[in-house]
Each structure stands twice: as C-alpha cells, then as structure tokens.
C-alpha cells in the first residue's frame, strides 16, 4: 500500500476564465513534494480540470479553500482523502459556480473527538436535521437566539434552514448522545488564526460543558492565533476563556451578542506551538 501524498492548506484562488481550458493529473510520483501539490492547486484558474491518481491516499492536514472559481472540475478517480485535522471539513467554497468535485471519499484519522469523563461521553460532531431540536430549545433565550439570527419561536422549518446554512467549522456538543450546545473556530482564508464561539442551553450551564468542548476544539489548533469576542456582563463565558489561556485585548465597538452598552471585547490567545 502506497502512503499518504501530502497535501498542505491550499487556497484556490479564480485569476478569471482563461482562454481555453486545462486539464491535467494531479502529481502523484513517490517524489513529489508538499510544496507542488500547493503550487497545483493554488494557481488553479477558472475553466480547468484536475485529476487524482485514481485509487491514491491524499493527507490533508486543513480545509481546502476555494474563491471565485468558475467551471472547475476535481476529479478523484476513486481517490480517497485521509483528513487529518479531526474539526476541518474538506472543502469550502466562496464566490463560485460550476465546481464539480466527484469520485473520491473522504475519512477523518483521527476520528472527530470524543472525550469521556467519568459517566459522561463528550462528542463533538457535524450538524444533521435531527438536530433541529436544539436550534428551537436555544431560541427559547433571548440572548441565544439574537446569537443565531432567529426569530421568537422559531418553529422547526426555521431551525432547519439555519442547520442548512451553517458553516461547516461549526459543530455539534453532544454529552451521552444529547446534543446541547455549538462550538466552532473559524479559521483565516491562510490559517494564522481562527475566531472561536460557543454556546450551550442554558439547563446544562455551570457544568464545564462549555470549557470542555472549546478546549478540545483549542487544542488542535495550539499553533494559530486564537481570538474570541465576548461581553463583560457575561461572566461565565469570561471564564471559559481564562481557563483556556486567553488574554483581553481590545473593545468592539458593536456586537450582535448584547445591545445596549458596548461592553464587548476581543480576548486573543497567542499560538501554544510553532506552527507546522
């Protein structure tokens, strides 16, 4: 069995249609290095065509990132994509039409986490329908549902549309099967930071849910700038950010969270690690 190719955090980036259009295999050889697989990628244009190694393991260590692209086809031949960062999805795309991605898997090693504590089993995990539930339980607080652009008493259609437009870096906190919260940290187009958020329903508050499921998200990301955007009023979430390290660092202005006093500051952690 063949290892894995590397591949490095690649961000597609539309230079505009060419003039005709391009296709090509994706380099596969035992000696092709990170640094081509990037520069493949990252000059792909509009009006082009790549190909994988048909049945070949690709590592990729972030999301791939793709803007104002235009009649793109990827290719994987039966491939398979091996993620390797448990919280990244494979693809995100901005500003793009005519994308085909077809003919390739996609597996996480490691798996997106799950962590036990005592009785308790912690999983973080992507949103589904199913979820639709948790959506309407956090619409019933005021603060939650200004968090998520809801309305009062939004009924499940609305829960489920939300669920549809989700960002793909935000996840589900489940506890013994239960989901009760969201976390999420959104990276920069190139990586060097990432904006964490996260809420659970106020019934499980004051259990260190919160803290747990923001920690594990923070650690696989020990090498990036880490900030947050958090009131002064809301004490319990000043907290979770003091015990995962973060410092406070300047006011906004405006913030969606909490009207009135503008009160809201950026809390930042430094990376833990050089990154990779």
């Not at 390797?84 to 997106?112: E, R």
């Amino acid at each position: 069995m063949k290892p894995p190719l590397p591949l490095a955090l690649l961000f597609l980036c539309g230079c505009g249609a060419s003039s005709s259009d391009s296709s090509g295999p994706l380099p596969s050889s035992g000696s092709t290095t990170q640094t081509s697989y990037a520069q493949t990628l990252s000059h792909l244009q509009s009006n082009q065509r790549i190909e994988l190694e048909p049945g070949r393991t690709y590592a990729l260590n972030a999301t791939l990132l793709g803007q104002s692209l235009d009649n793109v086809t990827l290719n994987g031949n039966g491939a398979h994509i091996l993620m390797n960062a448990p919280t990244a999805g494979f693809m995100q795309l901005k500003g793009c039409s005519n994308v085909t991605v077809a003919n390739l898997t996609v597996d996480y090693d490691p798996l997106p986490f799950t962590q036990g504590t005592g009785s308790l089993s912690l999983k973080l995990r992507p949103w589904s329908p199913d979820d639709a539930g948790l959506i309407q339980e956090a619409c019933a607080e005021p603060y939650l549902r200004r968090m998520l652009g809801l309305r009062s008493g939004a009924g499940r259609r609305a829960a489920e549309n939300w669920i549809r437009r989700a960002d793909e870096t935000s996840l589900v906190i489940e506890q013994d099967g239960e989901a009760l919260g969201e976390v999420g940290l959104q990276p920069d187009a190139f990586a060097y930071s990432a904006l964490l958020h996260y809420w659970v329903l106020p019934r499980v508050r004051g259990q260190g849910l919160a803290e747990r499921a923001a920690r594990l998200l923070c650690d696989q990301a020990a090498g990036l700038i880490l900030t947050a955007y958090v009131s002064e009023r809301n004490r319990a979430s000043l907290r979770v950010l003091e015990k995962l390290g973060f410092q406070r660092g300047g006011s906004i202005r405006q913030y969606a969270g909490f009207p009135g006093p503008r009160d809201t500051y950026t809390y930042f952690r430094l990376p833990l690690k050089e990154p990779e």
